[in-house]
Structure formats: structure tokens, C-alpha cells
């Protein structure tokens, strides 16, 4: 069996990802956590397979103890502060998850850690320069502390592994949602006021544009490269290239609510919100080897998932 460290546990995809293994018998799951976006209601429940610790990344001491007390076989650093208007807000607070990046990939190397597969994001690229988004070809040309961050932290893994052998893989993850994402995040803030039938807010004029994966199709991908071996010190776009504006999303969400809630349009944001969004998603498509789930689809599922979590409340 498996041993597993995933960091950020608590959150979206790490939450997602821990429920997946979990389904299969291959794997010891250690979750870390310092919940300060995440929550416990999105933990894992029942399972003798799983160990949550709350525990700050950043904190050196605090994860060197749980590296001492346990061999992992892999390591899913997921942990950060996310949301373009939080870390528009705490900046500071964006720069000191650098510290995680390092204490992980140090304690790492030191152990039987065979890769080290971390969470980059779409916000690198910046402005888009050209259409898609290449992995090897498109500039990282954001000056947002987290994307310099992001950016730092892939440097870091290359480094690591220049230096020391250590293998990563590195997945620069579109907007990805699904029941657990949260609800500052733009597809379940719709959802939400949507069911209410509360006005749906945009920045600007909604002609923004972004693609949109559910998280299965995420979590499938990852765990491809993890059990075929795929992508071993190499970067790939986790995403969908189905381009929507933030407009059509917000008219999308009405219809598949049939709601009564307006558009409501705000002040664009001042920094954060780039124009455009699309990857190139060609090394996923060959790790997911199905077609990804198109977002009426998914925005059926998340519907009834609110509306079940509703009526329990």
C-alpha cells in the first residue's frame, strides 16, 4: 500500500482527490490542512485509510513533524491561498506560501518520496499572448504575487530536481469546480444566487472569458499521471478549452436553475481579471483518454447537489 501526503486537503481539489484514492485500495492518505480556506466538512468521512493533521505547510517545524513520523511514497502539494480578490488582498500572506514550496521539496528529498506533484495555476500566463495556452510555448507574464509565486515555486521543482533527482510533475489548473469548490469562486456564487433567485453580479461588461472544468475530470487526469507514470518532471494544463464569457455563463446558470435572477453588472475589477482564458489541453486529453464533461452537464449535477444540500439544512 501507498502511503500519500496531500497538502491543501481540505479544499477543492485536494478534497477531491483524497475521496478518489480512497475508492481504491491502493492508498494511506494523510491529509494536511491549516483550514484557513478549507473546511471539514469536505474531508474524507469513515475511512481507517485516512489521517487528517491541521497543520500550516509554511510552517517548517510544523511539517517537518509529519514527515518524521510517517514514509511517504508521494506528495500532492496543493496548499495555498487562492481567489483573485483574496490574494489581491493579503499579498503577503500569497508570498509566504513560497515557504511551503521549499520545506516540502526539502523534506522530500530527504525521504523515499518517489515525485512531487504540485499545483500551479492558469493565472502564470497572464495576458494571454497567443490562443491557446501552450505549456512550452506561452509566456508567464503576470506580475500578481500569485502568479510570481506559482512561478517561484515551479522553478523551484525544476531546481530540485537538477540538483537532486527529485521527480515532480506540475499541473497548471484552470478554473476547476465541483461540490466542494468554494462559494466566492464564480460557478456556485451563480449557483447560489441563482437558487435564490438573487441578481447574478459580474465585473465589468462579462465579455471576460474563461473555460470551465468539473472536477472529475481534473481529479481522472491526476490521478492517470499518478498510477500510469505519466508526465514524470514535465507541466500540464488541467483545464477545458472550451472558451465561455463570464456573460454566457451567468445566462447558462439561469436557464439550467430557471431562475428569475437579473444580470447585474459591477464596476470592472481594478487588477486580477484577465480577459481571456484558454489552454491548450492536448498532454490532459491523452492522460484522461475519454471526452471531458461538458458544462451543462456539470452545472445539472452542481444544481442538484445545492438543491439536495438545501433541503437537509
Known amino acids: 500500500m501507498k502511503t500519500i ?52 505547510v509554511n510552517n517548517y517545524q510544523e511539517i517537518s513533524a509529519i514527515f518524521l513520523s510517517r514514509q511517504f511514497d508521494y506528495v500532492f502539494h496543493f496548499a495555498a491561498l487562492v481567489g483573485v480578490q483574496r490574494t489581491l488582498n493579503n499579498p503577503l500572506l500569497v508570498l509566504d506560501d513560497i515557504d511551503g514550496v521549499r520545506n516540502i521539496l526539502s523534506l522530500s528529498k530527504n525521504s523515499i518520496v518517489s515525485r512531487v506533484f504540485f499545483s500551479s495555476s492558469s493565472e502564470v500566463y497572464g495576458e494571454p499572448v497567443t490562443l491557446p495556452q501552450h505549456e512550452e510555448t506561452t509566456p508567464l507574464n503576470s506580475k500578481l504575487p500569485y502568479a510570481i509565486v506559482k512561478n517561484l515555486a515551479e522553478a523551484y521543482f525544476r531546481s530540485y530536481f537538477d540538483e537532486h533527482g527529485l521527480s515532480y510533475t506540475i499541473f497548471r489548473f484552470f478554473n476547476t469546480y465541483g461540490p466542494n469548490q468554494s462559494e466566492d469562486f464564480v460557478v456556485p456564487r451563480f449557483l447560489k444566487k441563482a437558487l435564490q433567485n438573487q441578481p447574478l453580479q459580474i465585473n465589468g461588461d462579462g465579455s471576460q472569458t474563461r473555460t470551465f472544468c468539473y472536477i472529475d475530470d481534473n481529479i481522472d487526469t491526476i490521478i492517470s499521471c499518478l498510477e500510469k507514470h505519466l508526465y514524470i518532471n514535465d507541466v500540464l494544463n488541467i483545464g477545458s478549452d472550451v472558451e465561455y464569457t463570464i456573460k454566457e455563463l451567468a445566462d447558462m446558470t439561469i436557464k439550467t436553475t430557471k431562475s428569475k435572477s437579473i444580470i447585474e453588472h459591477l464596476p470592472p475589477l ?7 482564458r484558454q489552454p491548450d489541453i492536448s498532454k490532459m486529453k491523452s492522460a484522461l483518454c475519454r471526452e471531458l464533461i461538458p458544462i451543462e452537464d456539470g452545472l445539472n449535477v452542481l444544481t442538484a447537489h445545492y438543491l439536495k444540500k438545501t433541503e437537509s439544512e
Open 270 to 276: 481594478k487588477e486580477g481579471d484577465m480577459t481571456r
Open 5 to 56: 501526503l496531500i497538502t491543501g486537503v481540505a479544499g477543492n481539489i485536494g478534497s477531491a482527490l483524497a475521496q478518489a484514492l480512497l475508492k481504491r485500495d491502493d492508498y494511506y492518505i494523510v491529509g494536511v490542512d491549516n483550514l484557513v480556506t478549507g473546511s471539514l466538512t469536505k474531508l474524507p468521512k469513515f475511512s481507517d485509510r485516512f489521517h487528517f493533521i491541521k497543520a500550516d
